[in-house]
């Protein structure tokens, strides 16, 4: 029997909140479980700062990606249970995919670092490259698992994340506007938010899927259970993904970060606040070991540390994400966005960094798309409905609710600023009170949305 073929002579089986259990029933699946790349996720938060508004959510990528493992698993029993191959060609599944689409399916986060997308965005990583490069590195216990299939198999298996498999069965198990990694993600997040609008009947989506040869469909008759899961989609961006307090957390996070790499680029940063782990970071010359030796917990001591920095900016900084202390905000549009120099040049003559203390957020979503566009480099696959006879037909032109907001861009744009602006408190100079004030009616008297 060879390494792809073993299975475990006892299916082991991990408690799961959502999912009840989760099935390992593949020697390779336990053994990349058991990986130092794939425990590192433990320590990596799903939902980065959102933590810090829905206290429940303490949850990490790697019970997401233990999770994806399972609906992937499901979705592959189902198909091979109702809808195997019989002719190739035929598109039915064919179950010689399975052990690639459990490992891109349990893989697929492996790359993300610390308060993931905010770290990209200061030090302009890529999750998805970094998870490729796991799979392929040499380097990794990732790899030597998975080299163990066969040659070629992380290969194959980076080629799923990366939409570029053959098999589009496979690729939009993962990746589509309904897939393991979408329904897993959502249900969880509701479940440790304590957000019961993100819910959707998982099990009736999973029945209705079936393959055929240009990628997954649903059932016809499944039309009100996809509808229930897009609708669930939309309202865990608005109350959650987009909530503006996270948001205001990720600008002071975003801002920290800005502020330590600026003092040590300008060889300002006294020896004991130097963050060694970050250094290849701010030197813009790091490499997969300096990537994978950070998680939130190493970024969370730096901050400590950085609290007692003699930068006042940072220390401060820190102050604020560690003790969260968000940042105020309010909505602008383009009426009300030329408004916004004013409010900078107010907070300046209060005394704050405008640079580190204001700033521009802009978070929308697209709920549902059902333009597919060939010609963009990973075009979203549409969701399709299967009539008995096989015809196809794109949801939209079937389903009068999803109609009603595809193609519909959906979020806000908000202008952050100090708390104190509003607030001032007992302890601010009584100079700066008529600024504090001109402030506040500046907002309502323009008749900007009111600050959250």
């Known amino acids: 029997m060879t390494y792809a073929q073993q299975r475990l002579p006892r299916e082991k089986v991990l408690r799961d909140p959502v999912h009840n259990y989760v099935y390992v029933q593949h020697q390779v699946i336990l053994d990349l479980i058991n990986t130092r790349e794939f425990q590192r996720l433990r320590r990596i938060k799903q939902l980065g700062t959102a933590s810090l508004i829905f206290h429940g959510a303490e949850h990490s990528r790697f019970g997401h990606s233990l999770g994806v493992y399972e609906i992937t698993r499901q979705i592959c029993d189902n198909f091979q249970r109702n809808y195997p191959m019989k002719t190739p060609g035929d598109g039915g599944w064919d179950d010689r995919e399975r052990l690639t689409a459990l490992c891109a399916a349990l893989l697929h986060d492996i790359g993300h670092g610390p308060y993931s997308h905010t770290f990209e965005h200061i030090f302009h990583t890529n999750h998805e490259a970094i998870t ?21 198999f992380p290969e194959a298996v980076a080629s799923v994340i990366q939409k570029t498999y053959p098999n589009p069965q496979v690729v939009q198990m993962i990746s589509s506007q309904i897939d393991a990694d979408r329904m897993d993600y959502l249900l969880r997040d509701a479940y440790f938010t304590a957000t019961q609008y993100g819910t959707f009947d998982l099990t009736r989506i999973l029945r209705v899927m079936r393959p055929y040869q240009g990628g997954i469909a649903f059932a016809m008759n499944g039309m009100h259970a996809v509808e229930d899961y897009i609708v669930s989609r939309f309202q865990m961006y608005q109350q959650v993904y987009f909530h503006p307090v996270s948001r205001a957390m990720e600008v002071i996070l975003d801002h920290l970060l800005g502020r330590a790499n ?46 007692q920095s003699p930068d006042k900016i940072l220390a401060d900084l820190a102050h604020r994400f560690l003790d969260r202390k968000p940042l105020k905000s309010v909505e602008y549009d383009e009426a009300t966005q030329a408004l916004l120099p004013q409010l900078r040049q107010l907070i300046r003559s209060v005394g704050f960094n405008t640079d580190y203390y204001t700033a521009t957020d802009n978070s929308y979503d697209l709920p549902y798309d059902d333009a597919y566009d060939p010609r963009i480099t990973h075009p979203l696959t549409q969701i399709e409905l299967q009539e008995p006879d096989g015809t196809l037909l794109e949801l939209s032109t079937v389903s009068d609710l999803v109609n009603a907001i595809r193609g519909k861009f959906t979020g806000d744009q908000r202008f952050f600023f100090p708390k104190e602006l509003l607030n001032p408190g007992d302890d601010a100079p009584e100079i700066f009170q008529p600024i504090y004030d001109e402030f506040s009616s500046y907002i309502q008297n323009n008749q900007l949305i009111q600050p959250k």
Not at 132 to 152: A, C, D, F, G, Y
Not at 269 to 279: Q, R
């Open 132 to 152: 490729v490069e796991i799979l392929t590195s040499p380097e990794t216990e990732v790899n030597q698992v998975l080299r163990q299939v066969s040659p070629n």
């Open 262 to 307: 600026e003092l040590y680029q300008a060889d300002q940063t006294d020896e004991s606040f130097i963050p060694h782990l970050l250094l290849p970071f701010f030197n813009r010359q790091f490499d997969l070991q300096d990537y994978l030796n950070l998680d939130d917990g190493v970024l969370t001591t730096y901050f400590t540390h950085w609290r």
